[in-house]
């Protein structure tokens, strides 16, 4: 009788705000093997957030997290920890989580906690950057995976993926080809984290324990994986 093979899955806890594609991706990678890790709690600080059906769909626990006007951030962000380490993550993914975090939250998780951003870091930090990388006349845009820290949008980038910016491009369609593009990196990165294989040490970044030059650059025409 063959022996029972034991597969060992990192726990992911999930963040989102809305339609939850990327959580859609980290689901898809899951399910298909490609990633070794299985979602264990998807939370939202909307109640209406697509993603949650996607959650519930795939029969992952779910909690909409709402904040209330008169909410401390420093209380909010009590209550997300306590629930979220109610399901024992080994990482926390920001999939569109559209909340800033305290920095008590964020020193809690740091080296666990990841973001994808739709921009090329550091450039276009915060909201609109499509719209701002159209503004400003771009030939490449595109979005990059960090660790979070205490400065928004400023934590160590650990890989990115480029896009064309196309002539006749509107903000919508410039949002669709990089938002393809976080599907497949967003599942990439964690995978690395998954096995073990990057590691935040100190304000550096470790990839098969030696550190990073920088991040890891996708090109336009460059496949992920
Ligand atoms: C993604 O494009 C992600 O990069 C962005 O929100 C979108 C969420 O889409 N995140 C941020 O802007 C964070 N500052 P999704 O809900 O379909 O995954």
């Given at each position: 009788?063959?022996?029972?093979?034991?597969?060992?899955?990192?726990?992911?806890?999930?963040?989102?705000?809305?339609?939850?594609?990327?959580?859609?991706?980290?689901?898809?990678?899951?399910?298909?093997?490609?990633?070794?890790?299985?979602?264990?709690?998807?939370?939202?600080?909307?109640?209406?957030?697509?993603?949650?059906?996607?959650?519930?769909?795939?029969?992952?626990?779910?909690?909409?997290?709402?904040?209330?006007?008169?909410?401390?951030?420093?209380?909010?962000?009590?209550?997300?920890?306590?629930?979220?380490?109610?399901?024992?993550?080994?990482?926390?993914?920001?999939?569109?989580?559209?909340?800033?975090?305290?920095?008590?939250?964020?020193?809690?998780?740091?080296?666990?906690?990841?973001?994808?951003?739709?921009?090329?870091?550091?450039?276009?930090?915060?909201?609109?950057?499509?719209?701002?990388?159209?503004?400003?006349?771009?030939?490449?845009?595109?979005?990059?995976?960090?660790?979070?820290?205490?400065?928004?949008?400023?934590?160590?980038?650990?890989?990115?993926?480029?896009?064309?910016?196309?002539?006749?491009?509107?903000?919508?369609?410039?949002?669709?080809?990089?938002?393809?593009?976080?599907?497949?990196?967003?599942?990439?990165?964690?995978?690395?984290?998954?096995?073990?294989?990057?590691?935040?040490?100190?304000?550096?970044?470790?990839?098969?324990?030696?550190?990073?030059?920088?991040?890891?650059?996708?090109?336009v025409n460059e496949d992920i994986a």
């Open positions: 009788m063959a022996a029972a093979e034991t597969v060992l899955r990192t726990k992911l806890a999930v963040l989102i705000s809305g339609e939850g594609s990327n959580l859609q991706a980290i689901l898809d990678a899951c399910a298909s093997g490609t990633l070794p890790a299985e979602v264990c709690v998807v939370i939202s600080n909307r109640a209406g957030a697509h993603g949650l059906r996607r959650a519930a769909a795939a029969q992952v626990p779910i909690h909409a997290l709402l904040a209330t006007s008169g909410t401390a951030r420093e209380d909010y962000d009590a209550t997300l920890r306590i629930l979220i380490e109610r399901h024992a993550p080994e990482l926390i993914l920001l999939a569109g989580f559209m909340r800033v975090l305290s920095d008590e939250f964020v020193r809690h998780f740091r080296g666990r906690l990841l973001n994808i951003h739709p921009a090329l870091l550091p450039k276009y930090r915060g909201l609109h950057t499509h719209r701002r990388a159209l503004a400003a006349g771009e030939h490449e845009h595109g979005c990059s995976v960090h660790f979070v820290t205490e400065e928004l949008d400023g934590g160590p980038v650990i890989a990115q993926a480029k896009v064309p910016v196309k002539p006749d491009d509107s903000e919508t369609s410039l949002a669709a080809r990089v938002r393809e593009r976080e599907h497949a990196l967003y599942p990439l990165v964690v995978r690395w984290l998954a096995e073990g294989r990057i590691k935040l040490d100190g304000s550096r970044i470790l990839f098969d324990g030696q550190p990073m030059a920088g991040p890891r650059v996708f090109g």
